[in-house]
């Protein structure tokens, strides 16, 4: 590894991964959008600055309470300041850097979902590529025992029509050794829904829960007190794609379990929907 370091990617375009050669990031660097999102000049994590893409770095992006950070149910709203997290592990490396960027689809292009601000210090910052703004490091990151992560505030869109926010990131682990043998670069596309309802009523109609996380073979999702009727539960990809869906009917309490033994390590979100209220809840494999 280098030891200048560079990016990470996730969408409403979040976006990690270190960049070798420079202690700044890709955009301050003259090297433009990296993460992955229309526009980018190509993704560090997949051949444009680095290997490709190494499964021994875990990538996450997390959008989570302003307050706690803890993860938000039912989907974000407009005009609201959430808390997004791009994190993951790497084992036996020291230093990471990254991007990050966040996009909703137009119809025609992927555009500026929202406004990053930093919430303090000097390390990261918030630069101008293309139509997006850019999160990227100023300076090579520290790991913490082979884990790391970095948060920002992410205010969504006051008004618009988009349902769905993609986070993009890429990241790059080193081990500082000043050779670019043995990075472990990564990068995520992150999608999460708009909520269609309030959080009153979602938590009042649904008390949820799917545990293990992280899971391994088998994901138990259960609901508590729920009232009698359908429930529609889905669960949903990095990139929001729907990859289990079914429908029950429910009465009190109810639990069911999934095999999810052929799904691929990343986070995914479990939605269940009952008439006009939902939520989600997110898990990692």
């Not at 600055?49 to 407009?78: K, R």
């Not at 992560?149 to 006051?158: L, Q, S």
Request: charged share 10%; hydrophobic share 35%; aromatic share 8%.
């Amino acid at each position: 590894m280098k030891k200048r370091i560079l990016l990470f990617t996730t969408s409403i375009v979040l976006l990690s991964g270190a960049i070798m050669s420079y202690n700044a990031g890709p955009v301050t660097s003259g090297l433009g959008n990296r993460t992955g999102s229309q526009g980018s000049i190509a993704n560090c994590a997949g051949g444009g600055c680095h290997a490709s893409n190494n499964s021994a770095t875990f990538l996450s992006v997390t959008l989570g309470d302003s307050v706690t950070g803890l993860p938000i149910n039912g989907g974000w709203q407009h005009d609201k300041t959430y808390k997004v997290t791009v994190g993951g592990t790497s084992a036996g490396k020291t230093k990471y850097g990254f991007q990050l960027s966040a996009v909703y689809f137009d119809g025609s292009a992927e555009v500026q979902a929202g406004t990053f601000t930093i919430i303090s210090g000097t390390d990261v910052s918030v630069k101008p590529s293309g139509n997006l703004s850019i999160v990227e490091h100023n300076q090579k990151l520290n790991m913490n025992l082979g884990a790391y992560a970095y948060t920002v505030y992410w205010k969504a869109p006051p008004t618009g029509a988009m349902d769905s926010v993609r986070f993009y990131a890429t990241a790059n682990c080193v081990n500082d050794d000043g050779s670019t043998a043995g990075d472990q670069p990564n990068s995520i596309r992150q999608a999460y829904h708009r909520q269609t309802t309030s959080v009153a009523e979602v938590n009042a109609n649904i008390r949820l829960s799917a545990f293990p996380s992280p899971l391994t073979n088998q994901l138990t999702i259960a609901m508590e007190g729920a009232e009698k009727g359908q429930y529609t539960i889905n669960v949903f990809d990095a990139t929001g794609k729907v990859i289990s869906t079914q429908t029950e009917q429910v009465s009190g309490n109810y639990s069911t379990t999934l095999n999810t033994a052929s799904w691929a390590a990343g986070m995914y979100h479990v939605q269940v929907k009952h008439g006009a209220a939902q939520k989600t809840i997110a898990v990692v494999k």
